[in-house]
């Protein structure tokens, strides 16, 4: 079956420090992968997403690139803020477009110090 | 955001009793999703729809059932509750490859 692993922290990172949170999966097709962030007392946000092999993901200045051959979707940002305090969650989908649910990761709670 | 509510938004109830929650959508999306989060456990899928009527099993569909009547309430209901079951739910809706979260209900069992 599917399944994703991620560092479960706390990941503690001063203010406009490199970050990396790991992620590497299993599964039996050709998935797609996603990042959600959930900011305490909320929901799930869709950071970013890829599709195919070698697509790069990217938004709020958070990036990850689909590596199969690794098979890895790492989280990056160059410079963290405070605001991105949050929990990180890796996920992934192999049914394209079609009907069956994400398979998460356990998530990683992070915690940036001003 | 994805036009998806969930109600209640905090629930408490005792072991044995039933409870039904909803997640409303005002999108017309095909499928729907209901998901638990648990510390150490990440999110797990519960139950899904591919239709009005049509629905299937997660991985953690044990004590759950699910309706889906018309296209935009998806219902989940815990037929006996057990204090194994509380969590936060989240319903959940597909757009392309994407899925959007709603803001989750809070079920305490007692």
């Known amino acids: 079956g599917n399944s994703v692993t991620q560092m479960e922290g706390p990941v503690t990172l001063s203010e406009e420090a490199f970050l990396t949170i790991n992620c590497t999966y299993t599964?039996?097709?050709?998935?797609?992968l996603f990042w959600y962030v959930q900011y305490p007392g909320e929901g799930l946000q869709l950071l970013l997403k890829?599709?195919?092999?070698?697509d790069k993901g990217s938004n709020k200045g958070f990036e990850a690139t689909y590596r199969k051959e690794t098979t890895s979707f790492h989280l990056e940002k160059g410079s963290v803020q405070v605001s991105d305090s949050a929990v990180y969650f890796c996920?992934?989908?192999?049914?394209?477009?079609?009907?069956?649910?994400?398979?998460f990761g356990k998530g990683t709670h992070l915690i940036i110090q001003p | 955001d994805a036009g998806i509510t969930q109600s209640p938004r905090h629930k408490v109830t005792e072991t044995g009793t039933p409870v039904t929650l909803r997640c409303h959508q005002t999108?017309?999306?095909?499928?729907m999703y209901w998901y638990r989060q648990d510390p150490g456990h990440g999110l797990r899928l519960i139950h899904y729809?591919?239709?009005?009527?049509?629905?299937d099993k997660g991985e953690v569909s044990d004590g759950y059932s699910v309706s889906r009547s018309k296209t935009e309430d998806f219902l989940l209901t815990l037929e006996s509750a057990t204090s194994s079951q509380t969590s936060v739910y989240f319903c959940?809706?597909?757009?392309?490859?994407?899925?959007?979260f709603g803001p989750g209900t809070r079920l305490t069992v007692t």
């Open positions: 599964a039996t097709g050709y998935p797609s």
């Open positions: 890829a599709t195919k092999a070698d």
């Open positions: 729809s591919y239709g009005v009527k049509d629905t």
């Open positions: 959940a809706i597909k757009e392309r490859y994407e899925q959007y």
């Open positions: 996920a992934l989908s192999d049914s394209g477009g079609g009907a069956d649910g994400l398979t």
């Open positions: 999108e017309n999306h095909r499928y």
